[in-house]
């Protein structure tokens, strides 16, 4: 999906399918989770012919089928060019709102490094120190003033939170409410990078 969703213009190149190389070796996977929504919960397998009964046959046993009329649909749509031309205006729209997100932070919150592919709907931003409680404060001071962060340590197996990061979304957020986001806690994310100066209260000003 990364490739489906890597922004045109920004650095990176889409990575080519090795389905295509060794089609009787690899087993090519995709999904429009991401792409349109993950309720249709429609994928698609590319698979080498010895395969293809085994698969099919554990796909049956599994979740008997997918709905006809939205797989349908989903091959229109890609027929018809239409799924080619929403990923292109998809590409254009997710490149602007990380560039808001950069710029944002950039302004606001300069300590802050931010890192991940220019793919996608989230990237990483790393707040400099080892101080463990600065990633929970952060994202308790951000909700006290109404904007939705997501510690780093939700996503780690042992839940630690050390180095402290936060996982930024942009996926449903509009460049306006990003700016206007990172303003509102650009000093949360600045005292998390000077001991002693942090503040989770709301804003006050």
Known sequence: MGSA????????????????LAADRVVSIGTVSKSLAPALRIGWLLCPPALTAPITATKLRTDRGSPTLDQLA????????????HLRRMRTTYAA??????????????????????????????????????????????????????????????????????????GDVGERAITEGIATIGDLLSGACRPGRLVAGPDRS
């Open 5 to 20: 969703t890597a922004y045109q213009g920004v650095g990176l190149t889409p990575v080519g399918a090795l389905q295509g």
């Open 74 to 85: 989903l091959a229109r749509l890609v027929e018809s060019g239409r799924y080619d031309r």
């Open 97 to 170: 709102r990380r560039t808001a997100l950069v710029t944002a932070l950039a302004a606001h919150a300069p300590e802050v490094r931010l890192t991940g592919l220019a793919a996608g709907f989230h990237a990483v931003a790393h707040l400099p120190g080892t101080d463990a409680a600065a990633e929970r404060a952060v994202v308790d001071g951000a909700r006290a003033r109404s904007v939705g962060l997501y510690g780093m340590s939700a996503c780690r197996s042992n839940r630690a939170t050390a180095p402290p990061q936060l996982v930024l979304g942009f």
